[in-house]
């Protein structure tokens, strides 16, 4: 059988007959029931137990399942309910915020529900547009929401806004009786009304010929679940680290066991024992706990600067991007039309905020508010203490721009009645309106493409070209008297033309020079005319006067090669479809980047899910869009985006503070037990003692650690590259040598206290004190990665003063308390000995300042006192 072309390129007489008048009420039903409700399929919400379970999802929280089950195997219950009661902590911690985020994300959602004018039965009415199925007739009015895919039958100065579907700022004017290819873009098919955009002005009667699932909207929201989501930043790093960290404790751990064979005479099964419980001493135990809390800590910050987190892990995205991929109407923009610019036939252009005119061209300005409110289809009505306008997108500008002169449209229509119109139909690109005069004649009010407006006053329309360069929309005004109100209006005086564009968000180019500054770079994405993404792009700082806009075609024409040359060179994109978003995000992340895409549209949902960071827009964005991000802007500010960035950096950095003291405590245990064994003593430290060190002490402090603030300005740090590991070479040289320094400082003392005939439970409960007094110190060294710890007085941070201080307390409560001495058999310590150890853990803190000052001492930082260079 012949394939029937596409709904939008068949012509009207080729549509079924009939079409205009409805289905029946059994026809309906049937097909109802057949094909299902007009509903986009919708994700559920997960359940609290689903949340919970997901926090086990990680390669850090399999290594110490193993280790609790090797610790259970070999008969320590002890550690293994310790590891546990970890684990339960860890979960209930991040599931519990992240569940909480969800119930906020799906609280953003819309309640009202969609109704259609429906012909059914050979009648109009109202119904809900899930009941709407395929063959129902829908008219459609101005205001009014798109309920279905419609193949248009009839349209009256019909013009759709589809920025949500396409990214087109403008309305879309459309035509029933227009003749389209099959190959014709979605952003073109001028025969079709889609679902989910909404009509700006005029009317249209429409087929519905796609619901759900089948429609333009619903096939984006079925794409989305076989697109894979992107990795977090952190949590790439963190499956690196953890794989790393379990690779050097088992063979640490294998190392001493065999040492303690070899020279401790252990037999095989004590050294098993022996190697097992130092492996679970060693693992951060407290890590899960403390990342955890450390997101947890910023997204409660991001949430009060209007950031909502879904995903705990994407807090840290944000600082890790490297570039974000943004929408352009209604993230970067107003998504709302404006008079920018007025060029008077004297050839000055004034721009709103402007000088005030000289007299004769405020005036001239006067006469044009005057056709700006008369000719006009709009309505603006100040309400909730803001100006609220209803109809074409442009008479409401118009509206605006007339109000700032003074002029109100109900006054000036009372002082000149309205007799007639011509309303503006695409094919003749103007609008006129007839006013009656005093003198009985007929005032005739035009506004109009200046193409067709300027011939109308006898000039050539050449003067457009300044505002229509930069991306302007542009109208010509102009006013007259009728004296034939048959014909085209002829021998008009030309007023003026007036510049109209979406208006830039408040603050968007501070945040764009701030991302910059902090060495992101910023794409605007946009399904507008190259022209006016131009025009945007130099407003932005995107834009040199060298570069080009990149059109959606040159993609599809692209090979490899060139288009990572696109992606590496070019920051502005026009004319882009879906498919295409989706194209240069993935091109992104193959070039290396840490994508963040931002958006409101349904037609960003793709690129959102396949972004490492997704951030949809919580007041103007669709249901969709929100569902694909892990982020939500609840005042849909770019700007905030900043603000996420800046909190993302600090809880990447306290993330690093936490890892390093538990490492680097955890190190020092396997120095000082691989000394001990070494040299044919003793073990140093009890298992149960290593679990007190680890697991309280240190895990007390590591949570506290997570509420440091942030160390200078993190923005005007560069970006770490996306190849780097969360345990880089710093942190490794600063890790090994505070661990050498504990571990060889607390094999000297315990060496040294065996050696004056101290008894062994007395020389370990001395050796247990000393690795507490490292652990208060080493937590001072953390604080700070760049500078000196003399440079932050502890007082910054109060949490972790007070952290410190707790934890120290405990252990000097165990060692007096007789539950405690006899749980790790502490016992209380004479005051000198109290001055010794005090003393010998200054030690790791001048170890440390003094790598500070020769790192900083030959200029290897990143984080000078300055601004980094580019900043």
């Known amino acids: 059988m012949p394939r029937h072309p596409p709904w939008h390129a068949q012509p009207l007489a080729a549509l079924p007959a009939g079409s205009d008048a409805g289905l029946s009420s059994e026809q309906a039903a049937e097909r109802l029931a057949r094909l299902g409700p007009n509903r986009l399929p919708q994700a559920v919400a997960p359940s609290l137990l689903a949340v919970l379970l997901r926090q086990f999802v990680s ?83 101005s205001g009014q929401v798109v309920p279905a895919d419609l193949r248009l039958l009839r349209s009256h100065n019909l013009e759709l806004d589809e920025s949500l579907l396409s990214g087109e700022s403008l309305p879309v004017a459309k035509q029933a009786d227009a003749a389209l290819l099959p190959e014709t873009p979605l952003a073109e098919r001028s025969t079709m009304a889609h679902a989910g955009s909404s009509v700006a002005r005029g009317r249209g009667l429409g087929l519905v010929v796609a619901t759900g699932q089948a429609t333009q909207v619903g ?10 989501p992107g990795r977090p930043p952190l949590l790439q790093r963190m499956d690196r680290f953890s794989r790393s960290i379990g690779l050097v404790v088992a063979a640490a751990a294998f190392l001493v066991g065999w040492l303690a064979m070899v020279r401790g005479g252990l037999d095989r099964l004590d050294a098993l024992l022996f190697a ?79 000088e005030p005119p000289a007299e004769p061209q405020l005036a001239l300005l006067q006469r044009m508010a005057r056709v700006a409110v008369l000719c006009n289809e709009a309505d603006l009505h100040h309400r909730d203490g803001r100006w609220q306008g209803r109809g074409d997108p442009t008479d409401v500008a118009l509206l605006q721009f007339a109000l700032k002169l003074g002029w109100s449209r109900e006054q000036a229509l009372l002082a000149e009645p309205l007799c007639d119109v011509v ?169 290396g980047h840490f994508v963040a895409v931002t958006g409101d549209g349904v037609n960003d949902a793709p690129a959102l899910r396949a972004a490492q960071i997704g951030i949809a827009m919580g007041r103007s964005g669709t249901d969709v869009a929100r569902e694909a991000a892990d982020l939500v802007l609840a005042d849909d500010g770019f700007p905030s985006i900043v603000a996420g960035i800046e909190e993302g950096r600090i809880a990447y950095a306290n993330v690093r503070k936490v890892i390093a003291l538990l490492v680097s405590s955890g190190a020092a245990e396997i120095v000082l037990i691989a000394l001990a064994v070494a040299w044919g003593l003793p073990l140093p430290l009890l298992p149960v003692q290593l679990l007190w060190l680890n697991l309280v002490t240190n895990g007390i402090q590591d949570v506290a650690l997570a509420f440091e603030p942030a160390e200078g300005d993190v923005l005007c740090q560069r970006p770490r590259p996306p190849a780097e590991p969360v345990f880089e070479a710093l942190m490794r040289q600063r890790t090994l040598l505070a661990a050498v320094v504990m571990g060889v400082v607390g094999f000297g003392l315990y060496e040294q206290l065996l050696a004056r ?67 790790l058999g502490t016992s209380p310590l004479a005051p000198r000995q109290w001055l010794v150890e005090l003393g010998l853990s200054l030690s790791v803190l001048l170890a440390v300042e003094i790598q500070k000052g020769l790192r900083r001492h030959d200029g290897r930082r990143s984080f000078p006192a300055g601004k980094p260079p580019g900043c």
Do not use: Y
């Open 59 to 141: 390669p850090l929280i399999a290594v110490l399942l193993l280790a609790a089950l090797l610790s259970l195997a070999v008969g320590d219950r002890k550690d293994a309910l310790f590891i546990a009661a970890v684990l339960l902590l860890n979960a209930l911690v991040g599931g519990l915020q992240e569940w909480r985020a969800e119930r906020r994300s799906h609280a953003l959602r819309q309640l009202l529900k969609v109704q259609a004018l429906v012909l059914r039965d050979g009648e109009a009415a109202l119904r809900d547009a899930e009941t709407l199925v395929v063959g129902d007739a829908v008219w459609l009015e």
């Open 276 to 354: 097992v419980a130092l492996a679970v001493s060693a693992i951060p135990e407290g890590l899960p706990v403390a990342l955890t809390v450390a997101l947890a800590v910023a997204s409660h910050r991001m949430a009060q600067r209007q950031v909502i987190v879904r995903r705990l892990p994407a807090v840290e995205g944000l600082g890790s991007c490297t570039l974000i991929a943004s929408d352009k109407t209604g993230t970067l923009t107003c998504n709302e039309l404006s008079v920018r610019r007025v060029l008077l036939p004297d050839g000055l252009e004034l721009g709103l905020g402007d």
């Open 423 to 591: 309303p503006f139909e695409p094919e003749h690109r103007f609008a006129a309106s007839f006013h009656a005069r005093a003198d009985g004649q007929l005032s005739v009010l035009v506004k109009g493409a200046p193409e067709r407006v300027l011939p109308m006053c006898g000039l050539e329309a050449t003067g457009a070209a300044p505002l229509a360069g930069a991306g302007l929309r542009v109208l010509a005004l102009a006013e007259g008297v009728c004296l034939d109100p048959l014909a085209e209006p002829s021998g008009l005086r030309f007023l003026g033309l007036v510049g109209l564009q979406d208006p830039l968000r408040p603050g968007v180019c501070q945040a764009i020079g701030r991302c910059h500054q902090a060495g992101i770079r910023v794409w605007m994405i946009t399904g507008d005319h190259p022209t006016t993404a131009a025009a945007i792009g130099r407003e932005l700082g995107l834009l040199q006067s060298a570069d080009a806009v990149v059109e959606g075609h040159e993609l599809d024409q692209a090979s490899e090669r060139q288009l990572q040359r696109l992606v590496a060179s070019r920051c502005v994109f026009a004319r882009m479809a879906p498919h295409q978003k989706l194209q240069l995000v993935q091109a992104a992340q193959r070039a």
């Open 757 to 823: 005939g101290w008894p062994l439970e007395q020389a370990r409960n001395a050796l247990l004190l000393q690795m507490v007094l490292f652990e208060n110190v080493q937590i001072g060294n953390c604080r700070l990665e760049h500078r000196s710890v003399l440079w932050s007085s502890p007082l910054r941070s109060p949490l972790l003063l007070a952290g410190t201080a707790t934890a120290f307390a405990l252990h000097v409560l165990m060692m007096h308390w007789s539950v405690g001495q006899s749980l």
């Open 219 to 228: 096939r984006l929201a079925i794409d989305l679940q076989t697109i894979p």
